[in-house]
Every structure is written in C-alpha cells, then in structure tokens.
C-alpha cells in the first residue's frame, strides 16, 4: 500500500506560480505512472498531468499545456507539478495519484489510478 500527501497549494494572484509536491510513503512509487488531477467546486475530477516511471512520456490536459510541467525524483519518492500563468480558472483541489497499470503508459484515464492523495488546494484571485 503506498500513502500519498500533496503540498505546495495556496492563494496566488492571476498570472503567477506555485509548486506542487506529492511526497509517497509505505512503498516506492519509483515505477508506477504518476498522475496529477484536480477538481473545482460542482465539476469532476479532471486530468491534469501524468509521468511514466522513468520521465520518459508526459501527458498533460489541452487546457494545461505550455503552462504546467510534471516532473518525478524517485530517490525522493515525490512527484512534483509546476505550474506557472494560473488563472482563476485553475481554482480546484489537486490530487496527485499512482497508477497500478503499465508504468510505459502516462494516462489521463483517473480509472487507471489505483491510489490516491487527500488533495491540495489551489486558489487564483483575478
């Protein structure tokens, strides 16, 4: 079983940045797909971002791309997602998640994610 626990959230003025951690505990996650999802008030959970095990395929959301960058240190077990240009519309509560299908495969499906985190929150003031 591995636990996972996202910080880094806040309250960020539009335009600006922040960086977020997904920290893994109970097992290494060193080969599992990672994921980033978020989830606004009244709205589902939607994909974000996803790494495979070794960083070498990213998938990010259309509305995301060119702004957020997901990355992994698996000697740290942490995940990590940087976003940067938010706006009011990246409001959401942000969940991390590992997958427990093919690490080969970044995926964008939240049914293919077997673990989840409690959420960090993201707040942008316009």
């Known amino acids: 079983q591995v636990q996972l626990v996202e910080s880094g959230g806040g309250l960020v003025q539009a335009g600006g940045s922040l960086r977020l951690s997904c920290a893994a505990s109970g097992r290494t996650i060193s080969r599992n797909t990672m994921g980033w999802f978020r989830q606004a008030p009244g709205k589902e959970r939607e994909f974000v971002a996803a790494?495979?095990?070794?960083?070498?395929?990213?998938l990010y959301a259309d509305s995301v791309k060119g702004r957020f960058a997901i990355s992994r240190d698996n000697a740290k077990n942490t995940l990590y997602l940087q976003m940067n240009s938010l706006s009011p519309e990246d409001t959401a509560l942000y969940f991390c998640a590992a997958a427990g299908l093919s690490p080969w495969v970044a995926y964008s499906d939240r049914t293919r994610y077997a673990y989840w985190g409690q959420g960090t929150q993201v707040t942008v003031s316009s």
């Open positions: 790494i495979t095990w070794s960083s070498s395929e990213t």
